[in-house]
Structures are given as C-alpha cells and as structure tokens.
C-alpha cells in the first residue's frame, strides 16, 4: 500500500518511518522556492490543527513553522517583537475582545473591498 502526502515534514520523519520493518520513506530535499511554498501550506496545517485542538502541541507545532520562516527570510526575533509592539501601540491589541459586526460609510472604498474578497476570510 502506498500512502501519498506530497508535504514538507519534521526533519526526524523519514529516518522514523524507514526505522519500522516494512515501511520505507521516499523523500527528496526542497530549494528554497519551493521551501518556503511548503512552509505556506504547512502554517496554514498547524493554524487549523490548533484551531481543532487549541493545545500546547499544536501551538508549538504554529511556532516551529514561524520559526522556520524567520531563519529562512533572516528575520531576528527581536525584530518581529519590535514590529508587534509598534503594532499594538498603534492599533491595540486583542484583549478587550472586540468583534467588529460592520462598517457603514457614504463612498466606496476599494482598499476595503479587496481586503473583504480575500478567499481566506471565508
């Protein structure tokens, strides 16, 4: 039988899956193009596991990934904290819990229409 994942996994998987009798792992190593393409899917994987289980191994699993995409875009973690604080300072955070139900405004906005397309708000 053979199983088809066509994804990026843990370092430690293929060596984990050739170590049991029977099973043996056919994987290659990515370029960065494609790495970086495989790290996308892959938050997205652990932001919806965390979302189905909100557990401290999911949320560890979402922070390996953003890990990853920080070592491999040479971003410092100070840097992404820094820009996090600028952020809350200038918008606030989520602690009061607001939900935002809608908008109403004379014009259009085009800024605002295209953000409300996006296919991942659905």
């Given at each position: 039988m053979k199983y088809i994942y066509n994804k990026l996994v843990r370092d430690k998987i293929p060596q984990e899956i050739n170590n049991v009798e029977g099973r043996k792992a056919d994987y290659r190593i990515l370029n960065d193009e494609e790495y970086i393409k495989e790290l996308d899917k892959k938050l997205l994987e652990?932001?919806?596991?965390f979302i189905e289980e909100h557990s401290i191994e999911?949320?560890?699993?979402?922070?390996?990934?953003i890990f990853s995409i920080m070592k491999l875009e040479k971003i410092e973690t100070n840097e992404v904290e820094k820009s996090r604080i600028d952020k809350k300072n200038k918008k606030g955070g989520f602690d009061n819990k607001i939900y935002l139900n809608f908008v109403e405004q004379d014009k259009p906005d085009e800024k605002e229409e295209?953000?409300?397309?996006?296919e991942w708000r659905n």
């Open positions: 652990e932001a919806h596991e999911e949320l560890g699993d979402l922070m390996e990934v295209q953000e409300l397309k996006k």
